[in-house]
């Protein structure tokens, strides 16, 4: 982790930043860096962010080191936040620290993975119960806070196995990735149950549906089930076995890592499954290491090309629209003008519990 200072003329060379537009960030650089000590004002980015922004983040980080951070701010070093990423992330943070006003540059920067209703967790949770289940719900930091406040804890990418074992309970109902889901359970040597189909829950035909499953898990000595969730994200779910494979027949010393949220058979066809921030230190830590395939968003990517111009970057990526909503002018009239309207708030009713749940992650994954 740590703040990604880039060079304009090395992202005009690389082709992030035209010729053209080079002036005017240069400008926005300047007025973003001096708004920033005017206000006091503290600006985290996600590692899927353009170049451009992360240059003048004081943080660049993942999911969960972006949540831990969110925890740790010191009040009298930021008066206020400016996240560039997206909603659940400027959410999360307004969860962890109430008092600190947290402004989203752009309100269209969501999250396919985010939007779940709370009401059919609690109808899913009711069903475990009935079944007489011991379980604890796992929620991905990629939801809003009502969902969160349903859960035992929270989780990310790059900590999900380990809060699955420090649970202390046999089954999880993880919500809602279902493909890191399947992680969770290949390594915590859980018997993974495939989710109903989207908006399609019955309970009868679910239960017929994982009952031989959960049976063959214990005929094999599996220490329990995950229970996954109908949710998938749709820039990773696309990404097909095929791209690895391809690329494995072109280059068969290319090291390959997919994220978390790609599908199972990809998992298995990879060399590391990890988080954003997880992936940049692998990269870092093996110098030896020359040619990657990086199956994730393509703001990773594209910032390890300029952090390693040594190395080479098969590019099986794809973009999410959302994380690429946020540019350089967003940030720079948010914190600006402190719109009110993009000001980040959790109804009051919620957030303690939303707190807990990721509070209690953070906790767990250290
Ligand atoms: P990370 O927690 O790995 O940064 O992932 C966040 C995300 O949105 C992945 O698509
Ligand atoms: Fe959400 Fe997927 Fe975009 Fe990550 S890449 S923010 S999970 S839609």
Redo the contacts with the bound molecule.
Sequence with gaps: MGMSFVALDRLVKGGQVTEAEAPRVAELWDEIRRLKRDKRAFVPA???QVPEVQAVADLV??????AVKARDLPPDQARMVVFC??RF?AEGCHTLAPERPVYLPRLDAL?S?AEVDADDVAERQDFLRAAGRQFATMTY??TYAEVKALSDSCC???NAAKIADRLGVPDILFVPDQNLAYQVALKTKRTYLPPPEPHKFHPREYAEMIEPLVREGEKQGLRGNVFAWEGA?H??HQMSVGDIASIRRQDPETTVIV???VRPELQRAADQV??????AKYVDAHPEKTRYAIL??CG?VVRLELDHPEKQFYKPCRL?QY?KATDLESVYRTLRDEPPEQRITVPDEVRGAAARAMTRMIELAS
């Design positions: 996600h590692n899927y980080g993942d999911s969960f080191e972006l990423g997206v992330m999250c993975l930091v990629n990310t990418s790059s994200c820039v990773h994220h978390g949220e990890m988080s954003t921030s997880q992936m994730t968003e990773l999410c994380m």
